[in-house]
């Protein structure tokens, strides 16, 4: 599902964010990303995003080469990758089932049908009773739970999340990552970038370990 082939970001001033980068995550995996401040975890998570393009390497995300998409084609790889960010990144001025429902606007989907996931991605999070609530007046693990909403509610094959419980209490925590495991469970890919040593380790899944921008450690072996 998603390919590392000996990837390296070097940013225009000479650092590099990642350094000769190599792994597989297969289809319906859950994997941890960890590591120091500054290691290179979200680098690596843009690049699957294309937020960013590598400068050497091949990244692969199901089966489609991104060091050969063309700009055009960056929106539809897009619709096939959900993100989750630390900070939410709600519009404030729209109510929650419009920050939901904004990828499926984007990407051209009926009124109707839009209702219907919206809904479905906010009764999954259990939220649906905040339909109509604007992101101020939420906690902020209800925003967080918003945003999980919107990265899956286009139904993508691949979620990546940055940190998305670096904001959250320990039972809050808990609740997000249980979150991540129901999506698991129906053949979702995830690849969580986190600092939450303690709570990953309780969690039988794959942890990879990135230090000063190289991958040093994968518990896949």
């Not at 960013?52 to 991104?66: D, F, H, I, K, P």
Request: glycine fraction near 10%.
């Amino acid at each position: 599902m998603i390919h590392f082939d000996n990837v390296t970001k070097r940013y225009a001033e000479g650092y590099e964010g990642l350094s000769n980068v190599s792994f597989h995550i297969k289809p319906g995996e859950m994997v941890f990303l960890t590591g120091h401040s500054g290691a290179g975890k979200s680098t690596l998570l843009k690049l699957i995003g294309l937020l960013e393009r590598s400068t050497r390497g091949q990244v692969r995300v199901a089966g489609r080469n991104l060091t050969r998409l063309k700009k055009r084609e960056i929106p539809y790889h897009r619709r096939d990758v959900g993100m989750i960010f630390q900070d939410h990144r709600l519009l404030h001025e729209l109510t929650v089932f419009d920050n939901v429902a904004m990828p499926l606007v984007v990407a051209g989907i009926g009124h109707l049908e839009t209702g219907r996931r919206v809904r479905a991605a906010l009764d999954k999070v259990g939220l649906l009773h905040k339909e109509r609530a604007y992101p101020i007046t939420l906690s902020g693990g209800e925003q967080q739970r918003v945003g999980i909403a919107r990265a899956v509610v286009s139904k993508p094959p691949v979620v990546l999340a940055d940190e998305p419980t670096g904001n959250l209490d320990p039972a809050l925590s808990r609740e997000i990552m249980s979150l991540f495991e129901q999506f698991n469970q129906v053949g979702v890919t995830l690849l969580i970038a986190t600092h939450d040593i303690e709570l990953i380790s309780r969690m039988n899944h794959r942890i990879m370990t990135l230090k000063q921008s190289r991958l040093v450690e994968d518990s896949a072996g």
